[in-house]
């Protein structure tokens, strides 16, 4: 898992700029600026909006004793997606509003999903359960 997150690191960054510049000589400077900065505040208040909605839904399926498993990772998502829609680039972006979208973050937490249970399987992620 290390591995990968360190070649993440190491490669989306590069990726991203070669992307900016190939935006820049293909749509103008001026144009790919504004395009990130419209793309940031466009991720925020999706966000935002994404993440209040998800809390509403939390709150109200506890108070109906639901565990909110699904919503949990909804948030999870939405704040992957918002952190990643603040970073410059269009990858990044993109992965962004694909958390964000609720009609694509469902792949995104089937996945979220089998990674979990994964790490259950192995032992690489224990639940405690207190009362």
Do not use: H
């Not at 990968?4 to 190939?22: K, R, S, T, Y």
């Not at 995104?108 to 009362?131: Q, T």
């Amino acid at each position: 898992m290390f591995r990968i997150l360190l070649l993440l690191i190491i490669v989306v960054p590069a990726l991203e700029i070669a992307v900016l510049i190939l935006a820049g000589n293909v749509i103008g400077v001026w144009q790919t600026i504004f395009l990130i900065i419209a793309t940031g505040v466009l991720g925020a208040w999706l966000a935002k909006k994404e993440g209040l909605q998800a809390v509403r839904l939390a709150q109200l399926q506890t108070q109906q004793g639901q565990l909110p498993s699904g919503v949990l990772l909804d948030g999870i998502c939405i704040l992957i997606g918002g952190v990643v829609l603040l970073t410059p680039g269009f990858i990044t972006d993109a992965i962004g509003f694909f958390l964000l979208v609720p009609q694509t973050r469902t792949y995104a937490k089937a996945l979220l999903l089998k990674i979990f249970n994964n790490m259950i399987k192995n032992g690489n992620f224990i639940i405690l359960n207190r009362r």
